[in-house]
Structures are given as structure tokens and as C-alpha cells.
């Protein structure tokens, strides 16, 4: 125990001492979800919209009107049929479209509630909950206004429809993405690279020649990369819920123990290129290239799994990350606890235990 | 038994196409300083690799300290220290926390061993605090030998321990390596340096894989066969040439200030004849000498 103890304060030192390593290990994150959360807060300037009023009031002139002035609409123009509208989404040249309904002052001022209905492209899901959001936010504007006219609380009822992509699955799609890319990169990167840096080195020659305990050298190379990853995954939390607005719905601690498997997953990956790997570049080359792209492609959060061919999609079910996204999602959106994803958790680690006896039984006890 | 025996290795890479260690055998008793000599490729890392348990060889059978390196690999990696050729310690851990480091690995303590290393340790102390990546080159192999020997291994492997050392430093270490041996340990050294052969006991000298001959340094020296003269002139590269085309010279070759020559018949009588054509040719202040050979000389005649 105090050799593994001693050997896991090596591996802290070596981590800490390393200028490099430190800025891959706690830059490269922080960078990714500052980055991605500006992706996704930045504010839509001058989307062209259209209107269809078919009621053509006081009161729809009025919402039209702060709609012009505010800086994030263009309205192109008014059109008078849901076929138009749909006709202008095909074209793709606009974003948004508002439809006033029939009598909409009328409705308003003798029933004390009307509708009006958004429709939004959907298909870039962040742009269309934006839009919306600002759109609706505008109609509220609105009717606090006659608020302060009439006595009577007036009602304007917005309908939201999002189409092409009607559940809206993207809107925090990017936090989740990223919190897999991130934890796999750093652990397959982190392990790999610093089990053949000790070959390249020569300290493998020595260590091997020493009564410790091969699986240990593993193990204790393991720890400390577990716990900054731990460290990693609280600060990219901290970053996404305050910079971006990201909800926890769900439980922290399931949420930490999700991550774990995955963290434990990419360990146990890094292990086993470490095995197959003599040089340092070489390890980083694997990592990057055999992490990143099929992270970026296969997790789902950058290109809907659904939309991909069939093939494709039994590839992206060998991918640890997108079981992971998908428990991060239901955890931190849906706010679901363990028994809803109770079969995703088990395949990941199936998969964890799976890499790690794969890693240990090939981890070499001699130099070739 | 002998500490360290080796029977027929063979040890081939590129799948057998190379031959980097041909049917090797000898044995290294207890407490002995054993030297394998021999250049850069000769072999020499391979079987200190595979005597250290890190290759297996393609056939043969080797013991360390009466285990067998194959089977009982792990009881062999609790007896040895081991010094790889190139330097081999965390370059960003200091000092102390490198010898802390692989006390812990092998199980013990600086303070338990300390009397062991204390001559060596003393000499690099004024420096504990610094990494081990800005020592120097005498110092890292001072702090390299240090860590190999702070678990009191009964067999010491030194692959060449002072290449890139300065003579100083390379004094300084083989003196350390005599006051080891009191201690009992066995240590196997090897080193591509000739003049470094005669501070040893015994020393195989090895060649293309192959050990060419085995003994003690004074005995190899006493094997050469032939009598061996050092010549020079005034004109020594010219002096080579003209050397190695005469009919009487029968072997030849540059040695620092001196040519080293050994004549076709072995008779004094040669000599005078050389002399005599290499005024013909215009050589002048001709020195000959008769010389006692040196271990290079010894290596240079079994390489033919």
C-alpha cells in the first residue's frame, strides 16, 4: 500500500510539474465550454421572419410593429397563407414565422384571450429557441402594455411549434456532448501518454525489473488522472450552469457516478494503447484521432444519431460516450434517477470492464 | 552455484533476421566484477535485457542468482539492480524524491540501505533538492547507481555505465565499483571502452553477438599471440599506408600516437628489414618499440 501510495504521489508530481500537461489537462476544458456555451448564448441578430395576420387590427399592427423595432427581427413580409409560410421555410430563407388568427383584437378585447401561433425551423434547434424566445417575449411585452390600460387581465395565448425537428432535441445538447468529448480525450490522452512516456524514457525498463507489481504500476497511473478528472468535471459543471444556464434536474451524485464509469472506460482505452504504443506522439495520435472524430460523430450531440444510416448507427452503439450522453441528458434535462437508465449504465460498464481486463491481460510484463 | 549463468542464448529480432546474441555462454561467480566488452551493437544490451527478465530469449536457458529467467522471472526482479544504458530516472522528480521513489518500489527505505550507498550519495547530496534532469552527466550516473543498488540487490547490472561520462566521473565510478564488490555484490559491466576491461576480474569480449574469448584481462593479454611493436614517424598517416603494404607487416592499425604492427613471420629480424624500406621511402625520426599488447590490441586480432 505505501508502494502505491508513493507511486500515485509520483504520477501527481509528474502532473504538476509539467506545465504542458497541466494546460491540456484543466485548459482544454475550460476553453471547450466557454467556447460551446458562447455558441449557444450568443444573441440572433436580424433573422428574417415573416407575418401572416389574417386578422389585420390594431392590435396585431401594434405586435408587428415591436417586432420591427426590436434588433433581432427582419421582417421580410407580410404574407397571408399557411402555404406561403411553408413555402418560405422550404427556401429556407426564413427563421421564424408569426400567424395572427382571424378577430385576433376582437378575441382579445370581448373574450379576454387570444392566440397567436409561432412556427420555427427547428432543424437548428438553438436558433429556433432563441427566436421564439425572443418572440414571445415580445407578445408579453405586449400585453403587459394593455395591462396597464384596462382593468381586465387580457390573455395572448402563444402557441410554439416547432417544426422539422419537434422535440426540440439539441437545445442541451451541447454541455453533455462536451463533458464526454472532454473526459474521454483527457483520460485516454492523460493515461496513454504517460504509460509510454515512461517507456520512451527507459523508467518502464526499471520498473519492470523491480518486485512491484505490474497491474499496480497500472492502477497507481490510473488515480490520479481519475481524481482531476473528477476536478475537470466539477469546474466544466460550474462553467455550464453558470455561464450558460445549464439546469441539474437530476441527482449530483448519479450524475458523478455516471461520469466515473466513463472516466474509468476511458482509463482503461488509454491503458490499452499505452500497450500498443512506443512513442509519446504516436499515443497522442491514436488518442486524438481515435477519440475526437468518433466522439464528434457518434455521441449524437453534434449530428442527430437518428438522421445517420443504418450502419452508422450500430457503429455509434460501440461508442462509450453516447451512452453516456445519453444517462447526462436524462440526468441533468429530464432530471430521471437511476431506473430509468439503469440499461445504459449497465452497458457502460460492460464495456468498462470489458477494456479494463482487455488492458490488464495485454499489459506487457517484459520490454517486446 | 555461480550467481549469473548463461547456456546457448540466442536472442534474434525482425524475426530472425537479425542476430543480436549468438549462442552465448558463461557464467559470472559470486561477487565477481564481470566485464562483457565490446562496440556499440555487439549485443551487450540484450543480454543484460535478457538476464534482467525484460526479453526472452529465443533459446538457451540463463539463471540469475539460481533462478530462471523465464520461469521464475518474478524472484529474479527482487535480487538485481539494474542500470540501463541510457539514463533512466524521472527528469522532473529531484534528487531525493528519485532515490524516495524506488526505495518505496523495491520495498525499503533509504535510511535501511543508506550504508550502502552513503560513498556515492554523499557526492551528489549538496544537489537533493534539484531535478534529476539538470544534474550532470557523472552525477545522473551517480544517482542512477544509487537507485539500482538502495534495495542491496545481490546482482548488479551496469550496461554501460559510463558512456558519456567524463574521465574524471568514469575513474570515480569504477573505484566505486570495487568498494561494492567487498560488499559482496556480483556485478555484471559492460562497456564499449578497452581501457576499461582491466579493471575487471574477468571480461568476455563480444563481438557481432558472439563472445570471442573469456578470462582475465591479464590472461587475454597473455594469449595474444604474436609480438606486438609500436612504430611512428613524421609522417603517420602515410607511414599507415606504406606500413600496411609492406611485405613484412602482417597486421596493422592506428593507436593514438602510435601505429601498433605485428610482423608476418614474428622475427626480430623484420624489424631491422622494415626499417630500412621505410628510410627508402623517405620516412624520417622512425621510433620502434617492442610493446606489451593492451586488451584492444587482444580484441582487434580475435575480430580477424
Known amino acids: 500500500m505505501r508502494q502505491f501510495l508513493t507511486f500515485v504521489r509520483k504520477e501527481f508530481y509528474h502532473v504538476f510539474r509539467d506545465p504542458k500537461t497541466m494546460l491540456l489537462l ?12 458562447f455558441a449557444l448564448t450568443n444573441e440572433i441578430k436580424n433573422s428574417t421572419i415573416v407575418v401572416c395576420d389574417y386578422s389585420n387590427d390594431i392590435a396585431t399592427h401594434r405586435i408587428i410593429d415591436k417586432l420591427k423595432f426590436s434588433k433581432n427581427f427582419d421582417i421580410q413580409k407580410k404574407i397571408l397563407s399557411h402555404r406561403e409560410i411553408e413555402d418560405a421555410f422550404k427556401t429556407g430563407t426564413i427563421k421564424l414565422a408569426i400567424v395572427f388568427p382571424n378577430n385576433f383584437n376582437d378575441d382579445l378585447h370581448h373574450l379576454n384571450k387570444a392566440q397567436v401561433q409561432i412556427i420555427a425551423d427547428a432543424s437548428d434547434p438553438n436558433t429556433a429557441s432563441t427566436l421564439t424566445a425572443y418572440a414571445s417575449n415580445i407578445i408579453m411585452d405586449y400585453q403587459r402594455e394593455l395591462l396597464n390600460i384596462n382593468s381586465i387581465p387580457l390573455q395572448i395565448k402563444t402557441d410554439v411549434r416547432m417544426i422539422y425537428n419537434p422535440e426540440l432535441k439539441g437545445v442541451y445538447n451541447f454541455v453533455p456532448g462536451v463533458m464526454a468529448l472532454v473526459l474521454l480525450l483527457v483520460c485516454v490522452l492523460m493515461t496513454s501518454v504517460s504509460i509510454v512516456r515512461e517507456k520512451e524514457m527507459g523508467t518502464m525498463e526499471i520498473l519492470l525489473v523491480s518486485p512491484f507489481n505490474p497491474i499496480l504500476v497500472i492502477l497507481s497511473k490510473a488515480v490520479p488522472y481519475f481524481f482531476l478528472s473528477l476536478v475537470n468535471l466539477t469546474i466544466i459543471l460550474i462553467l455550464s450552469t453558470t455561464l450558460m444556464g445549464m439546469p441539474i434536474n437530476g441527482s449530483i451524485p448519479l450524475l458523478y457516478f455516471e461520469s466515473s464509469l466513463l472516466i474509468l472506460c476511458a482509463l482503461s482505452l488509454g491503458l490499452l494503447i499505452s500497450n500498443i504504443t512506443d512513442s509519446q506522439q504516436a499515443a497522442m495520435l491514436i488518442s486524438l484521432m481515435g477519440m475526437l472524430l468518433p466522439t464528434m460523430m457518434f455521441t449524437g450531440f453534434m449530428f442527430p444519431l437518428e438522421n445517420m444510416p443504418m450502419p452508422l448507427q450500430i457503429i455509434a452503439n460501440a461508442i462509450p460516450s453516447k451512452w453516456y450522453y445519453i444517462t447526462v441528458k436524462s440526468i441533468m434535462i429530464k432530471g430521471l434517477g437511476i431506473s430509468a437508465i439503469w440499461k445504459e ?11 479494463l ?3 490488464i491481460k495485454k499489459f506487457k510484463i517484459r520490454l517486446a | 552455484m555461480p550467481d549469473v549463468v548463461l547456456n546457448n542464448i540466442v536472442k534474434t529480432y525482425n524475426k530472425g533476421e537479425i542476430k543480436a546474441v549468438d549462442d552465448v555462454s558463461f557464467s559470472v561467480k559470486d561477487g565477481e566484477l564481470f566485464g562483457l566488452i565490446g562496440p556499440d551493437g555487439a549485443g551487450k544490451t540484450s543480454i543484460f535485457r535478457i538476464l534482467t527478465t525484460l526479453l526472452l530469449p529465443d533459446s538457451g536457458t540463463a539463471t540469475v542468482n539460481g533462478f530462471d529467467i523465464v520461469k521464475e522471472y518474478k524472484s529474479i526482479r527482487k ?19 528519485n532515490l524516495n521513489f524506488f526505495a518505496t518500489v523495491f520495498d525499503t527505505t533509504i535510511k535501511e540501505n ?5 560513498d556515492i550519495y554523499v557526492q551528489i547530496e549538496p544537489f537533493k533538492d534539484r531535478r534529476a534532469g539538470k544534474l550532470s552527466g557523472g552525477m545522473k550516473q551517480k544517482l542512477a547507481l544509487c537507485c539500482a543498488l538502495i534495495h542491496r540487490p545481490k546482482v548488479l547490472f551496469l550496461d554501460e555505465p559510463t558512456t558519456g561520462v567524463d574521465t574524471v566521473s568514469r575513474k570515480e565510478f569504477w573505484e566505486m565499483l570495487k568498494r561494492l564488490k567487498q560488499q559482496g555484490i556480483t556485478i555484471l559491466v559492460s562497456t564499449p571502452y578497452m581501457d576499461e576491461a582491466t579493471l575487471c576480474e574477468r ?15 591479464q590472461n587475454i593479454v597473455k594469449q595474444f599471440p604474436e609480438k606486438l611493436f609500436a612504430i611512428k614517424s613524421n609522417s603517420m598517416s602515410r607511414l599507415l599506408h606504406d606500413l600496411r603494404n609492406n611485405r613484412h607487416v602482417k597486421s596493422c592499425f592506428a593507436f593514438g600516437e602510435y601505429h601498433h604492427i605485428t610482423f608476418e613471420n614474428n622475427s626480430e629480424t623484420e624489424s631491422n628489414q622494415l626499417i630500412q624500406d621505410l628510410h627508402l621511402q623517405n620516412h624520417k625520426e622512425i621510433t620502434l618499440k617492442h610493446i606489451n599488447p593492451t586488451i584492444e590490441d587482444c580484441f582487434i586480432n580475435l575480430m580477424n
Open chain 1, 26 to 37: 484543466f485548459g482544454m476544458p475550460i476553453a471547450q465550454i466557454i467556447l460551446f456555451g
Open chain 1, 345 to 355: 449504465t449497465l452497458i457502460l460498464a460492460g464495456m468498462t470492464l470489458f477494456l
Open chain 1, 357 to 359: 481486463a482487455v488492458s
Open chain 2, 79 to 97: 535480487k538485481v539492480g539494474y542500470m540501463p544504458g541510457k539514463f533512466s530516472l524521472y527528469q522532473d522528480l529531484t534528487v531525493e524524491e
Open chain 2, 114 to 118: 543508506y550504508d550502502l550507498i552513503r
Open chain 2, 203 to 217: 571480461i568476455a569480449l563480444i563481438q557481432n553477438g558472439k563472445i570471442m574469448s573469456i578470462d582475465t584481462p
